[in-house]
């Protein structure tokens, strides 16, 4: 079953496009809502620094997990039904998130979050790759950067409003209007299309690959708790790489896989995916943790926080327009990746030189660097993905940039809160004599958030030393990541394959 060839104009273009970008605009919205309501959470919860990280990572790991299976369902049964059934299990889900009555429950609805918001990224994707062509395919893919752009700007700000005059719940019941409105705009506007060649799912894939993944983010969590030679993580880790050599297996052996390996022999498709992986690891895990410390470390209210994150956010929405109108008809998609991970790891480096300074007019110059790099990256990182991939398996082709997008946030939340957890560690054993367990319970307070020191000045500022410390390491090491990611893009991504769009244009048809 195909879609129409026939082009879309005027309203019903507009339509189509909203009806593809406001899902990711949830998605997105919703991630940076609640990263400022964290301490929130963790307060009215009494949650430690590891179900903080469930929090966000129960998310990020179902919608990471569920990515390229939602893509094999879209290509299978419609991009238009799934879509539209995302919406409504995202729209349910965020329900039980406000109502839960504890972080188990929270963290489980987190999780059914994440598999609607999988069908929702990777149906909205596939759609957009399949109604838009040639240079209007590059157009849309701006459009859709500068929702996501917007939903990352108001997010932070919506999110400290609500919470500090709301409660945190209403960071997840804000989602229940929207997303009726946007099931019913879905079934009335969207024409079905599908791929005609996907015929079986890849069930051992999919099994495999979310196994895989789900194991490796525990042993990273649960490493910072019980030690990382403890039996339980070694065979977390060892199950992990077993089972992802299968899925490799089953991938080869599969005759209409739910990853074809055969595109990543494309030295391009490989950086561009570095580039994706990275960008998403090292700059987007920062929505969820600087606005923790703005709020335990500076001391700002949760509407405080959201504010301070406007300057990586703003540019997030304004970049993607900029870059639609005057860089991508001159510069080739490896100029542009290179440009945006140089300026985000700038940032980075910028920001952890100064963190420990305790002053937010010191982080204002490399946040701004963040966003400036991020708002080039935002949109760039998928259409230089998607366009080594053929439009009949658009479904894929988006479940795999998604997959590699929020597998980074993932892996990098789980690996700089390990960085995070170790540095407090280290810092507060040297700084605070004492019990091996005293240490270990400030540890985890800290690392959540927790700076009282149980009341004593003298603790307290040790407290603050560590969890800045702490975050310089992860600043800085994020921004070492984007350097040499930065390089394997310039050396893996060829600039005849990622010509500027213009010079498609004269190629490519315009559906």
Same mark, same amino acid.
Request: net charge neutral.
């Given at each position: ?29 919703d991630s940076n809502i609640v990263a400022v309501s964290l301490p929130s959470i963790a307060h ?410 149980? !009341?004593?000045?003298?603790?307290r500022e040790i407290a603050l030393q560590s969890f800045s410390h702490g975050y310089q390491l ?5 921004? !070492? ?31």
């Amino acid at each position: 079953m195909q879609s129409s060839d026939a082009s879309p104009s005027g309203m019903h273009r507009l339509l189509i496009l909203l009806c593809v970008s406001i899902p990711s605009f949830m998605i997105n919205l919703d991630s940076n809502i609640v990263a400022v309501s964290l301490p929130s959470i963790a307060h009215s919860m009494d949650a430690n620094f590891a179900d903080i990280e469930w929090v966000i990572s129960a998310y990020t790991l179902s919608f990471a997990s569920f990515l390229l299976p939602a893509g094999a369902l879209a290509d299978r049964f419609g991009r238009k039904k799934m879509l539209a059934w995302g919406l409504a299990i995202f729209t349910l889900a965020s329900l039980i998130c406000g109502a839960a009555p504890n972080v188990d429950v929270l963290n489980l609805a987190r999780g059914l979050q994440g598999i609607g918001a999988a069908l929702q990224l990777s149906a909205a994707l596939a759609t957009l790759s399949q109604v838009f062509r040639g240079a209007a395919r590059a157009s849309a893919f701006a459009f859709w950067g500068a929702v996501i752009g917007i939903a990352v700007s108001l997010g932070p700000v919506i999110g400290g409003f609500i919470t500090e005059h709301f409660g945190w719940e209403w960071a997840f019941y804000i989602n229940i209007p929207i997303g009726v409105v946007m099931v019913a705009t879905v079934l009335k506007t969207l024409d079905e299309s599908s791929d005609p060649d996907a015929r079986k799912l890849d069930i051992l894939g999919a099994v495999t690959f979310s196994s895989s993944l789900f194991l490796v983010t525990l042993a990273l969590i649960s490493g910072n708790h019980e030690g990382w030679g403890s039996l339980p993580v070694i065979v977390e880790f060892a199950a992990s790489a077993v089972l992802f050599i299968v899925f490799l297996l089953a991938e080869i052996y599969q005759k209409r896989p739910m990853l074809d390996l055969s595109f990543f022999r494309s030295s391009t498709y490989v950086g561009a995916s570095i580039a994706t992986l990275v960008f998403a690891g090292a700059l987007l895990t920062m929505l969820s943790y600087l606005p923790i410390f703005f709020q335990s470390g500076l001391g700002y209210s949760p509407q405080g926080a959201g504010l301070l994150m406007l300057p990586i956010a703003v540019p997030l929405f304004i970049v993607p327009r900029l870059v639609a109108a005057h860089l991508i008809h001159r510069y080739s998609g490896r100029a542009l990746l290179v440009l945006g991970l140089l300026i985000v790891s700038a940032g980075l480096l910028w920001v952890g030189a100064e963190i420990t300074d305790l002053s937010f007019t010191k982080l204002l110059g490399g946040m701004l660097l963040m966003g400036i790099g991020a708002g080039i990256l935002n949109g760039e990182t998928a259409k230089v993905s998607m366009s080594a991939i053929p439009p009949e398996r658009a479904g894929m082709a988006s479940g795999v940039s998604g997959t590699i997008r929020f597998s980074g946030i993932v892996l990098g939340f789980a690996v700089l809160g390990a960085l995070l957890v170790n540095r407090i560690g280290s810092y507060v054993a040297a700084n605070l004599p004492g019990s091996a367990e005293d240490v270990n319970t400030l540890v985890r307070a800290i690392a959540s958030g927790d700076l009282s020191g149980g !009341g004593s000045a003298s603790v307290r500022e040790i407290a603050l030393q560590s969890f800045s410390h702490g975050y310089q390491l992860i600043l800085l090491g994020a921004g !070492g990541f984007a350097l040499l990611a930065a390089l394997l893009t310039w050396v893996l991504v060829r600039s005849e394959d990622t010509a500027p769009s213009s010079a498609h244009a004269a190629h490519a048809p315009v559906e």
